[in-house]
């Protein structure tokens, strides 16, 4: 096994357009934005609208790392507490029958040292999928199908449905052949499975203190496992998922592990093309802690308040220890915290960061 590679600044190559596409981006994100709000009366996040939980328990660091994987919050062992927001992809709230990839948002809270500029209080957030690789490799490119999916945004709900039912078939189609297609899964063709079973991925890579790493979030308890691959069936129910996480989570103890997937070399881990999976036979996941969460009504309405309405998830939200790298990330920030303004502005509604002292 190689030896991590070390982080330096020239990891990382920046394109000569990344503000124009970031401003177009931003553009793009608006017309969902503005349609979703007009036609409902409520502003939802550009991206990952729909919740299925939101779940309140503790990571604790694990004691005894070898030093590589004792950086940035995970370099002192205890505990913190934490909110995680599982969803799905989609700028609009859509029925639970139009199947697509389901999101992971961590908030990690009282979290110590140096921060990332413009990161206000004192959480790391970390935003995940259930795949392994990003659907572009650039964010020019990502503009691309995000513009031909505001055209659609919050129509035609029937027809969504209809089209979700083919894409799966598609998808499963091309699965029984080794083809995995991030485009059809994220169009609606992507498994309708159970959130809880799910494992995370962040997909684009981050500074790990002195190295160079991608994360990850995987059910290790006996009532997540169980879940795993298990597929809801939607018909009728808009939210199905929601109304399965709530009734799952009140009786079963979730306890999920911490993974960090360290980069070995830079040609076979590339920072700049997330389309690119890191082989774990080349970079293995490593534990560096386990996040628990009791048995708790998932869909409590002053968590739902105080999280979904009054919070913002960004990976630029953290520590300097564990700076987004990559174009794709690089290209989430100025969008992310435009999309929490709007909604606030909209919906009269301050997001507060926990830790911000206001």
């Known amino acids: 096994m190689l030896a991590p590679v070390r982080y330096t600044p020239d990891v990382e190559q920046m394109k000569s357009d990344e503000g124009e596409t970031i401003e177009q981006l931003n553009k793009t994100f608006d017309k969902i934005l503005h349609k979703v709000a007009e036609d409902s009366g409520h502003a939802v996040r550009s991206v990952h609208a729909k919740s299925y939980g939101i779940l309140e328990g503790v990571l604790t660091v694990d004691a005894n790392l070898p030093p590589e994987l004792a950086q940035g919050l995970f370099a002192k062992a205890g505990e913190h507490p934490v909110y995680m927001r599982l969803s799905t992809n989609a700028g609009d709230i859509l029925p639970d029958a139009v199947s697509l990839p389901r999101g992971l948002a961590l908030k990690v809270l009282d979290v110590e040292g140096e921060r990332l500029p413009g990161a206000e209080g004192t959480t790391q957030n970390f935003i995940m999928v259930n795949g392994t690789v990003f659907q ?37 189609a091309l699965q029984a052949v080794g083809v995995e297609s991030t485009t059809i899964a994220s169009l609606g063709g992507a498994p309708n499975v159970d959130p809880l079973g799910e494992t995370y991925y962040s997909v684009t890579p981050f500074r790990y203190g002195d190295y160079i790493a991608k994360f990850s979030v995987a059910p290790v308890a006996p009532g997540l496992t169980a879940r795993t691959g298990t597929e809801i069936d939607a018909s009728g129910r808009p939210d199905a998922i929601r109304e399965t996480v709530r009734a799952e989570m009140r009786g079963i103890e979730g306890v999920w592990e911490f993974r960090v997937q360290l980069c070995r070399d830079l040609a076979l881990q590339p920072v700049e093309d997330p389309t690119v999976e890191w082989k774990e036979d080349e970079a293995p996941f490593q534990r560096v802690g386990l996040i628990t969460i009791r048995p708790q009504d998932s869909w409590d309405a002053a968590r739902v308040q105080a999280v979904d309405e009054e919070m913002r998830f960004s990976v630029w939200t953290g520590l300097a220890a564990h700076q987004p790298l990559g174009n794709i990330n690089r290209a989430r920030n100025i969008p992310y915290r435009h999309s929490a303004e709007f909604r606030q502005r909209f919906n009269g509604c301050p997001i507060h960061e926990p830790g911000a002292g206001r």
């Open 136 to 172: 572009a490799p650039s964010a020019d490119k990502f503009l691309g199908s995000l513009k031909l999916l505001a055209g659609t945004t919050d129509r035609a709900e029937g027809l969504k449905v209809a089209a979700s039912t083919v894409l799966r078939g598609v998808n499963k």
